[in-house]
């Protein structure tokens, strides 16, 4: 197969390299060999190579750009991340025939300690510590332990499930929300997403780790942070638009929570002199939750690889995505 | 026996009530039965029941505030702390013939938790972002999973051993360094104080968890900082004195260190205008790292009753302290 790994411009993780490739090629058995395999970063690099691919490795702002026709012979496109957000209103532009992978799985260990870092950060009230060591205080407070104590994990994909996952280690109880409501063996239950409002006023730490989709959109509103109990926790490692984020900066001003841990954000990057800079408790991170620069490219194409491996056999490939569903 | 428990003056932690003892004694069997308890706050609450009491529960000063003669009939103390360092130089002032009980064992689970969250900080490069927010920036900067990479836990006792524990969770590669080398069901190798030295350089994240004794004062030396590699990180919750403070402030402000997190201080608490409070990638919490309010009086009050169960079946009771050795 002639595949063509495309860097999109401006991504600050690492770009696939040759070496990267035959590590992984190496590690996949027959799946791995036969291929013919180019390398690009510029849009010079990308022309020249289009015209022949038949699998394009790449982001989705690299996809959107193909002009209609230029790529023929494309058959599969692996995005280099797990969200497809960008492209559900842009499906018409997409290649017609084109098999849509997403990369959902390379993301879970590190999002994982992420969550489990910043549900440890809230219990220990590190906003509040962080903003007093600002001001030159001391003002002790003490803090409990994690077990026993209750977390809502809203998606339960590779990043939730890797989320859930952790905080059991600690002995939390983990509430998983997602579409389908069969049991998690990371949770200590299962909900649908319609149940939500129900377990929010018993979620001590609510964690955002669904896809941005229709449905999801704007899914923690103003309402529902208003169920949550007083001084609970928000985590989101999800997407900035999951939330609606002047409500949540007014809960978190107003001490309505006593904190939250951030990872996206709208927009971003979030320019200077932007609310979410001046929020009361909130620890700001620019979107790094997921991203693993030492294992994410081995595991980005040992996932493209297992999935080419299921077409060859026949079978649906584990990570195709349904634009019309949006994950 | 009669049994006065004395709260310490400005202790932020709740006192024990009469509901506590009733719990843990009924958790207790008979060794928590015929007793007498008194509960005391204010300094004529222990006048009024020091002459009496065979038992004292309190915090070092209260110990080092009797005078002589006042306790005729006391024969245990128990700290409700851990670290006994207050106590070694001024041993000649404790009531002579009374057994000292410290209260490690209760501080270990909170302890594991916040040595869990000060590594995924360091290791999510909370430091920085938390400097970057504060000056409006976004600049991203990934980070890799623990999978793999090392920590040193200076001290196996109650606080080190858990701290191990949930490094290992994580896959880490964990040294620990204490007086007997052993081995230790959550440490890949265990070395003596001596070969610290040794493993330094290959500590990239260093955590101090030992108590505090004139072999330990010091223990983290401008010397020894150079010796961790660019980068590491550390981690205190045992004591401030444990390290060369002026050493590594310089070492976090030159940059060879990539970040601290650190619960304990000198002196306590840090004053206004310290140079702590402006130090580079430091976060600080005010010594607050091991205390539960929940679940600590119950804690300690077991382990008291524990001990007292020692003793009376004759066996040397577990949190006996010398204050030769100093801890």
Chains 1, 2 share one sequence.
């Not at 791995?32 to 989705?60: C, N, P, R």
Request: net charge neutral; with cysteine; proline share 7%.
């Amino acid at each position: 197969m002639r595949i063509h790994i495309q860097k999109q411009p401006g991504d600050p993780m690492p770009a696939i390299t040759p070496l990267h490739w035959r590590e992984a090629a190496s590690r996949a058995g027959d799946v791995g060999q036969g291929h013919e395999v180019s390398f690009g970063e510029t849009a010079a690099d990308l022309a020249a190579a289009i015209g022949e691919a038949e699998a394009l490795i790449t982001a989705d702002t690299v996809v959107l750009g193909l002009r209609p026709g230029e790529a023929p012979r494309l058959r599969l496109v692996f995005l280099l991340h797990a969200g497809i957000n960008a492209l559900v209103p842009e499906a018409g532009r997409l290649p017609p025939g084109v098999t849509l992978l997403n990369n959902s799985g390379a993301h879970g260990d590190k999002a994982g300690e992420y969550v489990a870092m910043a549900v440890l950060m809230l219990a220990n009230h590190l906003p509040r510590f962080i903003a007093q060591q600002s001001r030159e205080v001391w003002d002790r407070r003490f803090a409990s332990v994690l077990a026993g104590r209750r977390a809502t994990v809203v998606g339960l994909g590779a990043l939730g499930g890797h989320a859930a996952r952790r905080l059991r280690w600690f002995d939390m109880r983990v509430t998983g929300v997602r579409t389908r409501t069969e049991p998690h063996p990371d949770c200590e239950r299962v909900v649908a997403a319609e149940a939500l409002d129900a377990v929010l006023p018993e979620s001590e730490f609510l964690v955002l780790a669904c896809p941005l989709t229709p449905r999801t959109q704007g899914l923690l509103d103003r309402r529902r942070l208003g169920r949550l109990p007083r001084e609970a926790g928000v985590v989101n490692i999800g997407r900035g638009e999951l939330v609606e984020q002047e409500a949540l900066l007014d809960a978190l001003d107003g001490g309505h929570l006593a904190g939250a841990v951030l990872d996206v954000f709208v927009p971003e990057p979030v320019p200077p002199g932007h609310r979410l800079w001046r929020t009361r408790n909130l620890v700001m991170t620019p979107h790094m939750s997921a991203g693993d620069p030492l294992s994410y490219n081995l595991s980005s194409l040992a996932i493209f690889l297992e999935n080419l491996r299921a077409l060859r056999e026949g079978r649906r490939p584990p990570n195709q995505v349904d634009l019309a569903r949006g994950y």
